[in-house]
């Protein structure tokens, strides 16, 4: 069993029809679907969920986009999840994202950019347990 890592399909991807074109680029990268839902963000729980950039410009921006509509969230396992998974979906700012990154391919902009992937252990864990009862993590 590899470690673990959080992640969303943000609002405009969803949008946009690229839930299984995402879905297939971290099937083909390895990692194990844990556990997934889709859901809605209310504005006040997308706050809390992005509460550590709440002193950021774009702030607002991100939690209005962020509940603005149905994002799938999903638990992903793998050796070394969270650097993998951050390798795979690339860089905030898709014109920075490499090529063959899920930004790069489906990103529209450093805001609407796609997806969400944790960015350490310890965010990975309460990010998952934001979304997920532990009967639903196996
Ligand atoms: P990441 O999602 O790559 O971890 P982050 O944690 O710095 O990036 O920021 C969280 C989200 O906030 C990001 O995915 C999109 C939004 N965001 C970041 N910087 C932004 C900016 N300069 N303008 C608008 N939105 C921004
Ligand atoms: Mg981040």
Not at 45 to 55: D, N, P, R, T
Request: glycine fraction near 10%.
């Amino acid at each position: 069993m590899g470690n673990r890592t959080f992640t969303m399909i943000k609002p405009d991807a969803v949008a946009n029809g690229h839930i299984g074109g995402i879905l297939n680029m971290i099937n083909e990268a390895g990692f194990r679907i844990v556990a997934m839902k889709m859901t809605q963000l209310s504005a006040a729980k997308a706050g809390e969920f992005y509460a550590v950039h709440k002193e950021r410009p774009f702030y607002g921006e991100l939690v209005e986009f962020m509940s603005s509509g149905h994002i799938v969230a999903a638990i992903l396992e793998k050796d070394n999840a969270v650097e993998a998974f951050r390798k795979l979906i690339g860089a905030t700012n898709p014109a920075n994202a490499e090529e063959g990154t899920i930004r790069k391919k489906y990103a529209e902009s450093i805001g609407r950019n796609a997806v969400h992937g944790s960015d350490s252990d310890e965010n990975a864990q309460i990010e998952g347990d934001f979304f997920f009862s532990g009967l639903e993590k196996f």
